[in-house]
């Protein structure tokens, strides 16, 4: 089984791309987790989709999870809501229209996140849930990883520390891959 990992954050030490860092070590043997990277990404601009097509570093990613059999993303949470960075690539992935049932319809994913605050990205990570639903997607709620007070749980480069997270994340990546098997 393969699922893509996507973490939100741009920042070389984040938070949620550690997370993610951690979940490659936590999946089962007969699973591999690749992480892609939004980095190269440009914002969205319908004028250069019209002129341009959809950016290759865009349609890599899509291939790629168009092509896996789950999607796990790490949220990180800003203003209480959802990363624009984030939005930004889900939104230029979903683009043209019609690669929308191949990228993302019945696709399972997965919703995580760590954040330095208090409320462990709870609201960005409800402010997914209309993306999700318009994309058509499987969304898993077996399960729910939020970490906050981020900075007691990662180290200065953002690796994970905290084994009781690791243990959450274990049993949550481990959901996971029931519900993507089960379709």
Known sequence: MTIIGISGSLRKNSFNSGLLRAAVAAVSPDTHLE???????????????????????VQQIKDRVASADGLLLATPEYNNSL??????????????????????ADRPVALMGATPGMGGTLLAQSAWLPVFRTLQMRAWFGGRL??????????AQGNLTD????ERLKAFVSGFEGFIRKK
């Open 35 to 57: 992480i892609v990277s939004i980095r190269d990404i440009p914002l969205y601009d319908g004028d250069v989709e019209e002129t341009s097509g959809v950016p290759p570093a």
């Open 83 to 104: 990363p624009g960075v984030f939005k930004n690539a889900i939104d230029w992935m979903s683009r043209p229209p019609k690669d929308i049932p191949r990228v993302f």
């Open 146 to 155: 939020q970490v906050s007070n981020a900075r007691q749980s990662f180290d």
């Open 163 to 166: 084994e009781a997270i690791r």
